[in-house]
């Protein structure tokens, strides 16, 4: 039960926080020699990844409100056409976002999944990471906001969250760097990268379940130890997301990158012994 409250909050932290909670969950695991391979542990990572995704839902909930009521024709009548224009051209920028991704992981699922077994893997991609983030810190703000985006930011944006499939690479960093390079106000980097998550996540959860029930597999884990995973990963999730949003204001990225870089080093050396 304790090792599954680390680990939820270790994803709720780097989840949302640009250092890969993919990354932190191999080596964490790894480290602390918790599951062994299999479903068990692919399960236990898709519970921690949908408290995160609540985290979300609940810090934009006002966001997919507007999405939703563009959505339900008898209300989306009595919305003035330059609103109803602008949120239904966020929903097409955040389709659009998260179609590499989609194709992605869904070609080439096997040969990810297995990378996530190499925590020497993950190390040395934990640098591309602090390569990204120290990038993002360095390009000019721009003011521009994702509905107008335009088709190709807004895929240029879905590239690298596809990037961030891969463990070490955050997926976080990856996105917001991208809108930030594309001419996207700081914030806004940062509200499109996690609406975009809401998709990507729930498709990845979901096609997981389907693996799992296809395998015949129980949950491997007592239904306690899931459940202390999930809420914690929630809470810590929402207050890191936060936390990410003054750092971002601030451009405090360094700070992560060299964290990045700390924790590759200390990987690779411990991976050695």
């Known amino acids: 039960m304790l090792e599954a409250i680390l680990l939820g909050i270790l994803q709720g932290l780097t989840e949302f926080l640009p250092i890969s909670s993919s990354g932190h969950l191999v080596l964490g695991e790894h480290a602390l020699g918790l599951f062994s391979a299999g479903h068990p542990s692919i399960l236990f990572e898709v519970v921690l990844h949908l408290g995160t995704l609540l985290a979300v839902l609940v810090a934009y909930r006002a966001d997919l409100a507007e999405l939703i009521v563009a959505l339900i024709p008898a209300m989306a009548r009595r919305l003035p056409p330059v609103e109803l224009s602008r949120r239904r051209r966020l929903m097409l920028a955040i389709l659009l976002a998260s179609i590499p991704a989609g194709v992605i992981g869904l ?109 015949g597999s129980g949950p491997g884990l007592p239904l306690g130890a899931l459940l202390a995973g999930f809420i914690s990963s929630a809470v810590v999730g929402y207050l890191a997301l936060q936390w990410l949003l003054i750092a971002i204001r601030r451009r405090s990225l360094t700070l992560f990158a060299c964290y990045c870089v700390l924790l590759s080093v200390v990987a690779l050396l411990f991976g050695k012994l």
């Open 107 to 215: 070609t080439l699922k096997d040969p990810i999944t297995a990378l996530f077994g190499d925590p020497h893997l993950v190390a040395l991609l934990l640098l591309g990471t602090a390569a990204i983030l120290l990038i993002g810190d360095r390009l000019r703000r721009g003011d521009r906001l994702p509905e107008d985006n335009g088709p190709w930011r807004s895929l240029a944006i879905g590239l690298a969250q596809a990037l961030a499939i891969l463990p070490g690479i955050s997926r976080s960093g990856s996105t917001i760097v991208a809108g930030l390079a594309v001419g996207l106000r700081p914030v806004e980097a940062a509200r499109f990268s996690f609406l975009i998550m809401i998709p990507a996540v729930s498709g990845a959860a979901f096609l997981e379940a389907l693996d799992l029930l296809g395998a």
